[in-house]
């Protein structure tokens, strides 16, 4: 029988492009840390526009937020949105209308932020989790998002050139139980 402990499977037979999360804090909050931070923020288009679908975050950044999009005139997000309050960098990404689970659009929404971000110096990112959409699942998304596939064909130059800065800590923004 084979027995190995929990580290030496993940060092083992996990890709080497998620070694990063062995270094990274991951934690569940029900208000946002008062750290500077990146946030990962849901957006969705009603009748009357777009709305942030971010009760978590106080009426004063989600009505911040909301005026930095209207002087854009924005009526949707075709991609991500980078935008700043109180020297906080927020993702602003729009929630699909297609018809899938809410896992699934979670996974995909985590992958779309994780690569508007890619370029930024993180070390702080909060995934903040919308009315139907799991702070997990963005999680899950947001993970895999940081994945490249040119790592398995470039390890060697990768390790020359110095390996991407991940987050430090990754916070996991929902309402409590």
């Not at 899938?100 to 909060?126: D, F």
């Not at 064909?153 to 139980?177: H, P, R, S, Y």
């Amino acid at each position: 029988m084979l027995q190995m402990n929990e580290n030496k499977i993940t060092s083992q037979w996990t890709p080497e492009v998620f070694s990063w999360l062995k270094k990274t804090k991951i934690s569940v909050l029900s208000s946002p840390p008062s750290e500077r931070s990146h946030y990962l923020v849901l957006v969705e288009k009603s009748s009357k526009g777009l709305r942030l679908d971010a009760d978590l975050l106080s009426s004063e950044c989600q009505k911040d937020l909301l005026l930095q999009i209207k002087e854009r005139e924005l009526e949707t997000l075709k991609e991500p949105l980078i935008l700043t309050y109180k020297k906080n960098l927020y993702c602003l990404i729009e929630k699909s209308p297609l018809k899938t689970s809410s896992s699934q659009k979670g996974r995909e929404l985590g992958a779309l932020a994780a690569k508007k971000l890619s370029s930024y110096p993180i070390k702080n990112i909060i995934l903040s989790s919308g009315q139907d959409i799991s702070s997990l699942s963005l999680f899950l998304g947001y993970a895999s998002g940081l994945y490249e596939l040119k790592t398995f064909k470039e390890k060697k130059k990768q390790k020359e050139q110095g390996t991407k800065k991940f987050a430090e800590n990754i916070f996991l923004l929902t309402k409590e139980n």
